[in-house]
T-cell receptor
Framework: NAGVTQTPKFRVLKTGQSMTLLCAQD?????MYWYRQDPGMGLRLIHY???????AKGEVPDGYNVSRLKKQNFLLGLESAAPSQTSVYFC????????????????FGQGTRLTVV | GENVEQHPSTLSVQEGDSAVIKCTYS??????FPWYKQELGKGPQLIID?????GEKKDQRIAVTLNKTAKHFSLHITETQPEDSAVYFC?????????FGQGTRLTINP
């Protein structure tokens, strides 16, 4: 049981290049999230998904796109990378809350360190 | 939207002493307040959480308190050990979306 796995772990991009970050979870969770972590700013939500085929914008969605074609995978795309997108990216997943429960624990991957030069 | 403020940004304590980290939130509809520990090079990991219908929760050396009226919650670590050194994040959530504080780097001095 691997939990949440992110690929790749490190990447260096040139300005204007594109790439896709892959997140895979094996816990059959409905909810998946992409966060970015910058020094002194905590983790900020980029996009999230409440189920296969659905996506929604978070706090800082500009410059990113996502897709959830399969329940276990959540992809984060950068179409034209900018230096401001240099960050550590974390994927997380959580199960759908049972009836009467408002929130459930979010499980995080190990992160992807992205540098845009 | 929700805004979470966390203090202090850095905290250094002697081994065996207690550490306290405080957070405030702005959205009175938030009803779930987890605390995450992040070790170097790893993703955040949940250490304790509290829901809005509870004022205090304890798990061995770790406790969390919640004051809904004042919209603040705190993490208390007693009898600190070297392995408690890490970055700690508070968060507030409703409808399954977490908003994080800025983080506290806790250093335990031997």
């Amino acid at each position: 049981n691997a939990g949440v796995t992110q690929t790749p772990k490190f990447r260096v991009l040139k300005t204007g290049q594109s790439m896709t970050l892959l997140c895979a979870q094996d816990m059959n969770h409905e909810y998946m999230y992409w966060y970015r972590q910058d020094p002194g700013m905590g983790l900020r939500l980029i996009h999230y998904s409440v189920g296969e085929g659905t996506t929604a914008k978070g706090e800082v969605p500009d410059g990113y796109n996502v897709s959830r074609l399969k329940k276990q995978n959540f992809l984060l795309g950068l179409e034209s990378a900018a230096p401001s997108q240099t960050s550590v990216y974390f994927c997380a997943s959580s199960e759908m809350p049972p009836l009467g429960v408002m929130n459930t624990e979010a499980f995080f991957g190990q992160g992807t360190r992205l540098t845009v030069v | 939207g929700e805004n979470v403020e966390q203090h202090p940004s850095t905290l250094s304590v002697q081994e065996g002493d207690s550490a306290v980290i405080k957070c405030t939130y702005s959205d009175s509809a938030s009803n779930y307040f987890p605390w995450y520990k992040q070790e170097l090079g790893k993703g955040p990991q949940l250490i304790i959480d509290i829901r809005s219908n509870v004022g205090e929760k304890k798990d061995q050396r770790i406790a969390v308190t919640l004051n809904k009226t004042a919209k603040h919650f705190s993490l208390h670590i007693t009898e600190t050990q070297p392995e408690d050194s890490a970055v700690y994040f508070c968060a507030a959530s409703r409808a399954q979306k977490l908003v994080f504080g800025q983080g506290t780097r806790l250093t335990i001095n031997p």
